[in-house]
C-alpha cells in the first residue's frame, strides 16, 4: 500500500493580476506552487500590463470582490495556513485586506505583507501618505513584513536616504519599524555599495539581524520583490526557517535576474525566472526533505 502523502499547506496570495509583464499573481501563483504549496489568490485588480513603463494600460478594479470571495470560502470551512498580499490599488483595499485576515485567519496564520507602494524614495503614481498610513496599519496584522528601503522609511516615518545605504541608516529604518510587523521585518532593495545590493532581515523579538547580498546588475528588475516575497512566503508557510528562506528566495531571485540580464529580455517585460525554477525547486527538497521523505 503506497504511504499517505501529508496535506498540502495552503497560502492565499492577495494581488493584482497583470496579463503581460511578470509580477503580482502571475509570478506568486507558480512561484508558491513551485514551493510545495497550495495557491489561492484573491485578485485586487486586472490590468493588461503593470504600470510601469508600459502607458495605456487598462484596468479594472476588483475590490468589490475581494470580502465576497473571502466570505464565501469562510462559509466553506477552507483553512489557510497563510496570507500574502502585496500590490493594493488603495488605502480602501489595505482596509479590505484587514478584515479578509479577520475574516478568513486562523490562530496559526502567518500573515505576510509586502507593503509596495513607493520606490526610490518616491510614491508609485496615484499614491501618497494616505497608502503609507493604510499600510502601517496593515502591516500591524502581520507577522512578516517586506518593504524596500523606500517603503521602510516611508512607514517608519524617516527620511529616504539614496545609495549607497550605511548600515546606520538600516538600524534606524529597523529602529522605526521594530512595532510595524509581529516577528520579522525584510528590508529589500539594500545597496550597502557599489555593486551589491541586499536584504536585511531582523528578528523583531530578539533583535538579531542577518542578511543576504548579490551582485547588482545595471537597471530596474520588474517583479523582482514579488518573487522574492512570494518565495519567503511560502517557504516560511512550510515551516523553512527564516535563515534558510531568505537564502532560498534570494537566491531565486538572484538566478532569475542573471537569466534576464544574459538573455536580453526588455525590462518592463519581468524576470525569466521559469528557467530558474527547476534549481529553486531542488533546493526546496533539500530543505524539507526529512528522515528519507521527500519533499513533495
Given at each position: 500500500m503506497e504511504k499517505k502523502l501529508p496535506k498540502l499547506k495552503r497560502l492565499c496570495a492577495v494581488n493584482d493580476i497583470s496579463g503581460f509583464g511578470k509580477c503580482s499573481l502571475t509570478v506568486a501563483l507558480p512561484v508558491v506552487s513551485a514551493t510545495g504549496v497550495e495557491c489561492a489568490c484573491i485578485p485586487t485588480a486586472l490590468?493588461?500590463?503593470?504600470?510601469?513603463?508600459?502607458?495605456?494600460?487598462?484596468?479594472?478594479?476588483?475590490t468589490d470582490q475581494m470580502l465576497p470571495i473571502a466570505r464565501h470560502w469562510a462559509r466553506l470551512g477552507i483553512d489557510f495556513d497563510g496570507i500574502y498580499s502585496g500590490y493594493l490599488a488603495s488605502p480602501e483595499q489595505a482596509l479590505a485586506v484587514e478584515e479578509l485576515i479577520g475574516?478568513?485567519?486562523?490562530?496559526?496564520?502567518?500573515?505576510?505583507?509586502?507593503?509596495?507602494?513607493?520606490?526610490?524614495?518616491?510614491?508609485?503614481?496615484?499614491?501618497?501618505?494616505?497608502?503609507?498610513?493604510?499600510?502601517?496599519r496593515l502591516c500591524a496584522r502581520a507577522d512578516i513584513i517586506t518593504p524596500n528601503v523606500t517603503e521602510a522609511a516611508m512607514l517608519a516615518g524617516l527620511d529616504y536616504e539614496p545609495p549607497p545605504h550605511s548600515l546606520d541608516y538600516i538600524k534606524r529604518l529597523f529602529c522605526g519599524l521594530e512595532d510595524r510587523a509581529r516577528q520579522y521585518v525584510a528590508i529589500t532593495g539594500v545597496h550597502p555599495a557599489d555593486g551589491v545590493i541586499a536584504t536585511y532581515l531582523r528578528d523583531c523579538s530578539t533583535g538579531e539581524?542577518?542578511?543576504?547580498?548579490?551582485?547588482?546588475?545595471?537597471?530596474?528588475?520588474?517583479?523582482a520583490g514579488d518573487i522574492l516575497s512570494s518565495a519567503?512566503?511560502?517557504?516560511?508557510?512550510?515551516?523553512?526557517?527564516?535563515?534558510?528562506?531568505?537564502?532560498?528566495?534570494?537566491?531565486?531571485?538572484?538566478?532569475?535576474?542573471?537569466?534576464t540580464y544574459r538573455r536580453g529580455t526588455p525590462r518592463p517585460y519581468g524576470l525569466d525566472f521559469e528557467g530558474a525554477l527547476p534549481e529553486y525547486m531542488r533546493r526546496v527538497e533539500h530543505i524539507f526533505i526529512r528522515e528519507g521523505e521527500t519533499a513533495w
Open positions: 490590468l493588461s500590463t503593470h504600470t510601469g513603463e508600459f502607458t495605456g494600460w487598462t484596468r479594472c478594479d476588483l475574516t478568513i485567519a486562523g490562530p496559526e496564520t502567518l500573515v505576510i505583507v509586502d507593503p509596495a507602494m513607493a520606490d526610490n524614495g518616491e510614491f508609485y503614481a496615484g499614491f501618497d501618505e494616505s497608502m503609507a498610513e493604510a499600510f502601517r539581524t542577518t542578511g543576504s547580498l548579490s551582485e547588482a546588475l545595471p537597471g530596474m528588475f520588474y517583479g519567503l512566503a511560502a517557504l516560511l508557510v512550510r515551516g523553512a526557517h527564516i535563515s534558510e528562506a531568505l537564502d532560498a528566495a534570494s537566491s531565486l531571485v538572484r538566478e532569475s535576474i542573471r537569466r
